[in-house]
């Protein structure tokens, strides 16, 4: 695997060499040479924040592609790095509120989005103090089978062997934790786009008509478990702080579309909070409601 060889090597580097390499050279050559994605960030930020000047979004833009590079740096410098140096650097707010909600309903949902470093949340399972609690990940399988491969045992590292759970056996993987009374944590990533198909609630996000995902709110429904938001924080370059917000610990018992709309909501207000720690270059809005009737017909 010599995609996870070359991650094994630079994850020896310091992360402040890490830093300066990307600063000087990774930076420069995605934002200026190969202009990578440059549109559809443009496109969206435009879109999103449509009373703000072009300077305000070009310096917006340039702090994401930072951030953005400063993210692949972390993950690779975070597959060698130890317990006591990840506490340094990823900081849970309140881990006590989830180990309670998990003991009263035996799992909780971790609804989140590609804000901040989300690849470092797993990391949680090594804080509980509970340790029967375990820490799970909604896993979407990459198409390239190498990139698959590293991706997947980058996240191992963080959350442990078996903890990452594609998507397409998420159910059956449920229906053996309720049987077995696992208790548990499930982190989400639920601000992706839907397939038109898929797309069956729509809200305004970001001053956009936006669908989104409603596995994690279905789901929670179906086998009763609490659903929480995790608001990131950048308190600096490579220090975040989650805190776990209850959505709900009731999720039988609340509205159709309630968590989903709940869940926009809060990732809206964590987004305009710090615009830049979101993923821009995922091209979010490239097809409306047209696109689910044109293939209903």
Same mark, same amino acid.
């Given at each position: ?27 420069? +050559?995605?934002?200026?040479?190969v202009r990578y994605r440059r549109k559809v960030v443009r496109k969206n930020l435009e879109t999103s924040f449509p009373d703000l000047t072009h300077a305000e979004l070009k310096k917006i833009e340039k702090r994401f592609y ?5 993210? +692949? ?15 340094? =650097? ?6 006590? *509120? ?24 797993? *990391?949680?399972? =090594?804080?509980?103090? *509970? ?49 077995? =009374? ?41 086998? *009763? ?16 702080v989650a805190t776990v917000q209850l959505i709900t610990d009731d999720a039988t018992h609340t509205a159709p579309n309630e968590i989903t709309e709940k869940y926009a909501r809060l990732l809206e207000q964590n987004i305009l ?8 270059? =995922? ?15």
């Amino acid at each position: 695997m010599i995609l996870l060889l070359i991650i094994t090597i630079f994850s020896l580097l310091p992360l402040r060499v890490l830093y300066r390499m990307g600063d000087v050279i990774i930076y420069p +050559i995605l934002y200026h040479v190969v202009r990578y994605r440059r549109k559809v960030v443009r496109k969206n930020l435009e879109t999103s924040f449509p009373d703000l000047t072009h300077a305000e979004l070009k310096k917006i833009e340039k702090r994401f592609y930072h951030h953005f590079v400063d993210v +692949i740096e972390e993950n690779i410098w975070s597959y060698r790095a130890t317990e006591e140096q990840m506490r340094e =650097h990823m900081v849970y707010a309140n881990i006590e *509120d989830i180990e309670r909600w998990v003991e009263e309903k035996g799992g909780v949902f971790f609804m989140l989005g590609h804000l901040g470093n989300w690849e470092w949340t797993p *990391d949680i399972q =090594h804080r509980y103090a *509970d340790g029967e609690i375990h820490q799970y990940n909604v896993y979407r399988k990459q198409k390239h089978e190498q990139a698959d491969k590293a991706i997947l045992a980058m996240r191992e590292k963080r959350s442990g062997e078996g903890s990452n759970v594609e998507k397409n056996k998420l159910l059956r993987e449920m229906v053996g934790w309720k049987q077995t =009374h696992k208790k548990f944590t499930l982190g989400l990533v639920a601000d992706q786009k839907p397939s038109p198909s898929n797309a069956h609630y729509w809200t305004t996000f970001l001053n956009q008509d936006t669908a989104f995902l409603q596995g994690g709110e279905l789901l929670a429904k179906r086998f *009763d478990y609490a659903v929480t938001y995790v608001h990131m924080t950048c308190k600096q370059r490579g220090q975040y702080v989650a805190t776990v917000q209850l959505i709900t610990d009731d999720a039988t018992h609340t509205a159709p579309n309630e968590i989903t709309e709940k869940y926009a909501r809060l990732l809206e207000q964590n987004i305009l909070e710090q615009p830049e720690q979101w993923l821009w270059t =995922h091209n979010r809005w490239k097809w409306g409601r047209a696109a689910k009737k044109t293939q209903s017909k």
